[in-house]
Every structure is written in structure tokens, then in C-alpha cells.
């Protein structure tokens, strides 16, 4: 069952003259995490923005829980938590203070209780009294994700949530997604300039670019199951490639530089050429399989 | 959800050491006022008695609390507006400036809420720095100098009025100067509104009050007819309470301009608000 819980329409954002949304669309369902991937600029931050009413979209329409956003938005935003581009506090108060004042005006009541344990699910315990003035960017991260969840809302949406950590720092950040997904079972959307994070975390994802989505699917689909590019590093390149073209005349084979050759084929075909090849007495220096997708994504940023 | 906010915004004002800054500058130019009265102040009013204290009888000591507290009230009434705007002028751009506001707004609470909220509790701060300034005047002053009859010079002249029919002027006069600072308070909060840091705001208030007191003190006929409807006209309306007798009509007319003044420019505050890309 697939049921839609944002359902984005041709959004477009202008800023003055600039367009920094032109044309996005994208559909997010009950239980994925989902993975908003672009380079930076794309409008990643943009479009998240217009989902939370922060700022107005010129044209589209959003949906979110069923709900056109314009009319429900009170309604929609009690069962959402979110941080923007990054979590920002009041530096003056405490970590408990802070998830006081944003608890007291989000969808539901919490308690000094519910409080504590929030802080301790995000590794903030014993921190909690101290002013957040002297959190590092990784602190904050984690307190920001400790008021997403505050209130319980079924829907999560967190803007790079791993950028500016270290590399300890992402990982817990990146399990902590998980988390909430499998023990908690919540929807989350999550935005990326890296197509590796969202790999890892999400199963369903869109790619926008220049404030255009480009293309949306399930992860898998997207990215396993697409063609690889397989590079192999060789004696004799030349020989290699009559033999790989005599042996599977359907595959494409290109001498790529050097002794690189580069094929265009399945995943369950690489091990039957790396045994063709060692059979027939190539000496075989490296084999490296290059997705299409990230190379697709690699185009896309260096346009 | 109004009030659950507010609750937070005065927790917000309680924290921030900028509010305390109010206080404590009150407190300190008051004490200046006093020490120079104590030291020096029969010399500081003699010159306007001299010919005077031989033709009317007076009961105790000129130089007493109730003369002081005008003096104050008459000294202060200019600089506290730049106290009240140093809080009331971040409540809103200092939540941009800290980048807090994209939290505070993707909250369920509207934001017409969340402007009135901070209007709440700009009032509340403001009317604690009143009645600070209230205690210290009339409270302090009057227990460091005794109390008496008071001499005042209003524009009938020099007048004294009686001990006894005192108090209830400075309790009216307390209540339209406080409806004058609140007017600072919704001016700085409605700038706010338009501004990404909160020294923005707070300059500009300063320099509106600055504009429209010149505009005011200017005899040029030009102005005299917009002059009325400037609230820094009305920020002196308080001394009103010291005529005698008291002009009822004057005094509507300012507390309503002022009661319009904060209307218009809480309601700019909402519409401005409500209308932003929060981009911060
Ligand atoms: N407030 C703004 N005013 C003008 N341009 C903006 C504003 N916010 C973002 N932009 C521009 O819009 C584009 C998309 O920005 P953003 O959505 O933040 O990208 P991303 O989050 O994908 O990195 C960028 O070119 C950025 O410079
Ligand atoms: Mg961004």
C-alpha cells in the first residue's frame, strides 16, 4: 500500500528575478525515507522551505497528509519535525529550555520526563542543563534532531543533516535516521548532496538540479539496478577487447586511456568477464565497476 | 497557543541579559539624579524661587521627593524609549539574526500569533521598566527626601499644588507615560518585523523619535498641523496630570492617538510578518 504523504506539484520559487525552484515534482510515501538529492544550489533548501511555509511558492501546489498546505497548514505542521540548512537555538538558554520552548508550541504536550529521554535517544544526556552557547556543530545537530521528534510527528524532514559534522558525527547521524525508521517507523525525507549518503539511508529518492527535478524512483531501481560501467585495467588492452567482443558480441567495449578498458554491461556479467579474461592469460591490475547513476550525477554537478 | 507563546517569549526576555541593561541604566541614572540633588540641589532650584518663596506660603522643604520625581520623569521621559527598543526591537529580528525564527515558524502556532505574542510581551517588559521607574521615583525618591508640597512650572507658570492632591497625579501620569513608551514598544516591534538583525530596528526607532520630536519643536507653520498626530508629541502628554486645572479633553485626545499609534503599527507588524519569505 502506498499511501502519498507529500505530494508536490510543479513547484516553482522566485527570488526577485532569480528562479531558484523552477520546476520540481516529487511524491513521498508512508514509511520511506527519502532521499532529496542535488548539488548544492539545486533548491534543495528551497523547495523544503515551501513545504514548511516558511516561504510561499510562486506556482504548484503541495499536499501534505492529503492536505493542501495553504489551507491546513496549522494542522499538517503539528505532526511534522524539521531542521533547516542547520539548527539554530537560543544561545542563551539551556538544551532543556530550548526543547521546552519549541515542545510548548509544537502539536503535542511534553514532559520533563519525555524531555530527558529525548536527550538521552540522542546522546545529549547529562548535557541538558548547559546553555547551548557552548554546543559544538554536532551538539546542536542532535539537539535539533531531539526537537524534530519532540512531539512525536509522524512525518521528519531534516536538510543535510550530516554537513559540517565529522566523520564519528556523521555516522551517528546517519544511524540515528535509520533508527527512526525501522524502530519508530516514521516517514522521513531527507536532503543530500552526496548520492552515497543517500544509498545508504534512503529507499526512495529524487534528483533535482537547477531547480528541476530530474528524475524520481526507488533507490534500488535507480541505482543497483542500472547498467554499470565496468573499467579494467590490463595487459594488452587490444586483445582483450577482440576477445571480450568475439565471446558476448552484445556488449560494448571501449579502449578508454592506456590500458583501461571500459564496459557497458549487468552486474551479474562482471564476474564472468574477470574469469574470461584471467582464463585467457590477461594479467588484470585493477576492475573497477562505475555506476551510470553516479556518473549521471557526476554530469549533472559539473554542468 | 497565544498565551503558551507569550509564556515563551517572556522566558526568552527573562534570559537575555540585553533586558536587564534597562533596569540597570534606569536605576544608575536615577542615582546620578540623586546624588547631584543631594548635593547640590537647593542651588538648583533657587534661581527659579528666589523671587517666589516670600509671596507664597509653602509647606516643608521645596527641594522634596515630590519635585524630584517631576524632575526625573521630565529627564528620563526622552532616554527611556531607547531602553524599551533595546528589547522590544530584537524580539523579532534577533530571532532572524540567531536564525531561531525558521524554528519558531515552522511550529503549528500562526504568525500573526507569534507577533502578538511578542507584542504581549513587549508590553509586559515595558510596563516592568515603568513601574521600576515608578518605585524608584516616587518610592525611593520620597523616602530620601521626604515629601511636601510641590512647586511646578506648567504653562500657567509657576504653581504649587498641595501635598495632599498629589499622588493621584503621578499614579494618572505614570499610566499615559506608560501608554507612550508602549507606542516605542510596538513601534521598534513593527520595524523588527521588516529587519534581519536587531540594531536595525532599534537605531531606527531612535532616529523616528529623534525626526519627530524636531519635527514637533519646530515653530513653522508646515508642521503645525501634522504635529498632533506625531506620538512623540504625546509622550510628554503625562505632564498634563500637573496643570491645574486638567485639560480632560487633551488628555483623551493623546491617550487615543496613542491608542491608534500602537493599533496601526501592531497590525503593520502582522501583515509584514505574515507576508515574509523567511529566508534567514
Ligand atoms: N533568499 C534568497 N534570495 C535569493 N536567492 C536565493 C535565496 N535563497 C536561495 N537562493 C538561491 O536559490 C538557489 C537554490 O538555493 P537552495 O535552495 O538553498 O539550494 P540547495 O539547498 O539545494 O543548496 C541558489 O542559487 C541560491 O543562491
Ligand atoms: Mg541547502
Redesign the interface.
Known sequence: MNEPIIEVNHLSKKFGNFEAVKDVSFTVNKGDVFGFLGPNGAGKSTTIRCLLSLISPNAGSIAIFGKQLASHRSEILNNIGCIIEKPDFYRYLSAEKNLEIFARISGSDSSKKDIQEMLEFVGLDGRGKDKVKGFSHGMKQRLGIAQTLLHKPDLIILDEPTTGLDPQGIIEVRNLILRLKTEQNKTVVLSSHQLSEIEIIANRMVIINKGKSVIEGSVEALVNEQELLLQIELSDPENAIKLIEMEYPALIVKHLYGSTIEIALDKEMVPKINYLLVNKGFEIHSLEPKRKLEDFFMKIIQE | ?LL??T??EF??II???RSYIGLGVLTALILVILFAMKADGSSYISFVTASFDQTLSFNGNILNGNLIAFIILQMLIVHIPLLVALVTGDLISGEAA???I?????????RTKIVLSKFIAGAVYTLILTIWLAFLALVVVKWMFGTGDMIVLNSSGLVILQEADIFWRYGCSFIVAYLALLTVSSLSICLSAFAENSIGPIVSTMGIIILFTIIGSLDVTVFDSIKIFLFTTHMASWRSFFEDPISMKDIWQSISILIVHNIVLVSIAVIKFNKK???S
Open positions: 497557543m503558551k507563546n509564556y515563551n522566558i526568552k534570559a537575555k541579559p540567531m536564525g531561531t525558521r524554528m519558531l515558524a515552522t511550529k503549528p502556532i500562526s519569505d523567511i529566508t
